[in-house]
């Protein structure tokens, strides 16, 4: 009964199509996700082709931004949308904890070009080093007994999003939280930490020639 009553208050914002959340722009967007950040004290992020958010350079979210406006076609407001991607970062160096999951191949998808990828990788290595953020990467040559399953962003334990090619999507019943969860604690026990991740990140780097 309690997860029909919270899917009952929360369906319309479950799944919301971009082109409604974007019509006002990047920027409205961006900002429409800061009182959830504010609020939330544990995030847990798994990403399998991207470098997720709280650890994203400037030029590398101009990048993604501005191939997101390109294929939207949304209002060109790309700069004033990073500028509140990155007042949103300043929420990893208070008192919160962050978990980011990569795969090993997001190191190597080159978004915006090999500077902006060889920068937004060093940076990977520096942000290694805040006392809050443990970054672990699953490495491409293990063997599976899990494959890959959608990115997907949790906030404390009320809130998942996921990202979709059309809508954001929105999960707040307890059952499917449970399982996100879950998944994401057992592709962490697939991940590297510490020195073995610096090594993957450094190869990635060094790819870039």
Not at 33 to 46: D, G, H, N
Not at 92 to 97: A, D, E, L, M, Y
Not at 124 to 151: K, Q
């Amino acid at each position: 009964m309690e997860d029909l009553v919270t899917t009952a208050r929360g369906i319309e914002g479950m799944y919301v199509e971009w082109r409604k959340m974007e019509r006002h722009g990047l920027k409205w967007a961006q900002q429409s996700a800061l009182p959830l950040w504010e609020r939330t004290q544990q995030f847990r992020f798994y990403s399998p082709w991207l470098v997720p958010g709280p650890v994203q350079t400037a030029s590398y979210i101009k990048a993604l931004l501005s191939a997101i406006r390109d294929r939207r076609g949304v209002i060109d407001d790309v700069e004033s949308a990073v500028a509140v991607r990155l007042e949103k970062q300043r929420i990893v160096h208070t008192p919160r904890t962050f978990a980011i999951i990569l795969e090993e191949s997001a190191l190597y998808h080159r978004i915006g070009g090999t500077e902006v990828m060889a920068d937004q990788l060093g940076y990977l290595l520096s942000a290694m080093a805040l006392p809050r953020v443990s970054l672990g990467i699953i490495p491409r040559t293990i063997d599976r007994p899990l494959m890959p399953v959608e990115g997907f962003f949790m906030f404390d334990e009320h809130t998942v999003k996921v990202e979709l090619v059309s809508a954001h999507l929105t999960v707040v019943q307890k059952h499917e939280i449970a399982l996100y969860a879950r998944t994401f604690g057992e592709l962490g026990e697939l991940a590297v930490h510490g020195a073995a991740a610096r090594e993957l990140i450094t190869a990635a780097i060094e790819s870039l020639g």
